[in-house]
């Protein structure tokens, strides 16, 4: 593993991922200064704003080394950097956030007995490796049911309700017979997330924790702050640090929960952790201090965190497929912030880009 070290304005910045996430990176990026080199398997919106673009497989090792030999940090926009890519890299420089949160986050059920591990509450997980422990798993965790692929699931593919009556043979058969877990249904209010930083001395600043509602599974608008007590929130920032802490984290980090509110209170059951900047993130870059793309190139540049603070009630909208089309009529509404994000063809679930409204407190 290479030594820490700091980066200063002028150096460049990898960044692995050419999606919008990695656009607004090598934008913030910019903003401080630095030069952002973007490698990909192919060319997409973060390679209009980058100094240099590298498009090779991430399995190419040349190439690999090119990037390592014209960057002194590299990071990611995405979770499903293969584990050879990554540690390829590591070896010849600092990758932040490093190789163990990618392990730990890239498994549903590595990333749940980490959870637990730390005494952090999950839904209830079965693993399950064919269609007769499917069968075990559902008489343990009653139906309904939710079956989940192990790793490269995201906007609620790779995964299936199992109801009353739904055949279980037919159910393992429709995610392709790959390692699954299957998760107990948590009855939750409202599904929220947790946008924060570790800093390399180890300093952690959080956002206000974000309320998020999806349409047809894929984030539709978020609400800052969420709907909860404040010791709700400050338990939310808490596990979030905790699980920074104990993943020796570097970057932004995102930790999405389920809000559950019953006769016994309010509770949180984390779902899942994106070892990266996150949609619901997003308002940060009009309604905050510090965006958490300039906190992520902070954090992994080895400088200081930047403030959290909001400057009002933030609401962000995804601009999914056709609703981009609605861009004059957003520039000519005043107070509305519009981010497009440069894709070329408005294809239905397609993030094309996000408006950030900012209301008093
Ligand atoms: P995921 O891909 O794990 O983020 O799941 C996608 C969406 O499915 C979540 O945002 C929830 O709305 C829903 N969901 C996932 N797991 C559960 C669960 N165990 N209980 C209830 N709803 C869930």
Redesign the pocket.
């Given at each position: 593993m290479a030594p820490a070290l700091s980066l200063a304005p002028g150096d460049a910045l990898g960044i692995l991922g050419s999606g919008q996430l990695g656009r607004m990176l090598a934008m913030a990026a910019a903003q401080l200064g630095l030069r952002s080199v973007v490698y990909a398997p192919e060319s997409g919106p973060a390679c209009d704003v980058a100094a240099r673009t590298i498009i090779a497989p991430y399995e190419d090792d040349a190439a690999l080394a090119e990037l390592a030999a014209c960057v002194r940090v590299v990071t990611y926009e995405f979770e499903n950097v293969p584990a050879h890519t990554a540690e390829f890299l590591a070896a010849r420089l600092p990758v932040r956030p490093g190789p163990a949160a990618l392990a730990t986050t890239q498994d549903?059920a590595v990333e749940k007995r980490f959870l637990n591990g730390q005494g952090i509450p999950t839904?209830p997980f079965l693993e399950v490796d064919d269609a007769a422990g499917l069968a075990k798993a559902l008489s343990a965790l009653g139906r309904p049911a939710?079956l989940?692929t192990r790793r490269f699931?995201?906007?609620?593919k790779?995964?299936i309700m199992i109801r009353e009556g739904m055949d279980v043979a037919q159910s393992w058969a429709a995610l392709g017979g790959v390692p699954c877990i299957l998760?107990?249904?948590?009855?939750?209010t409202r599904?929220v997330s947790v946008v924060g930083a570790r800093g390399l001395d180890g300093s952690f600043a959080a956002y206000d924790v974000c309320e998020?509602a999806?349409e047809n599974?894929i984030l539709a608008l978020t609400t800052v702050p969420a709907s909860m007590a404040p010791d709700t929130a400050a338990q939310a920032v808490a596990m979030a640090a905790r699980i920074a802490g104990a993943l020796d984290y570097v970057g932004v980090i995102s930790v999405?929960m389920?809000h559950v509110v019953d006769g016994a209170g309010e509770r949180l059951v984390v779902?899942?952790i994106a070892p990266r900047v996150h949609n619901s993130g997003h308002w940060t870059l009009d309604g905050a201090v510090t965006s958490q793309f300039d906190q992520h190139v902070r954090a992994v540049c080895g400088w200081p965190l930047g403030s959290t603070r909001r400057h009002g009630r933030v609401e962000m909208r995804n601009l999914i497929g056709h609703d981009a089309d609605g861009w004059a009529a957003l520039l000519a509404e005043p107070g509305a912030c519009l981010h497009l994000y440069g894709k070329h063809e408005a294809r239905a679930g397609r993030k094309m880009g996000h408006v950030t409204r900012i209301f008093p407190e």
């Open positions: 549903r839904a939710i989940k699931g995201y906007d609620g790779g995964q998760e107990g249904l948590v009855p939750f599904e998020n999806h599974h999405e389920f779902n899942e």
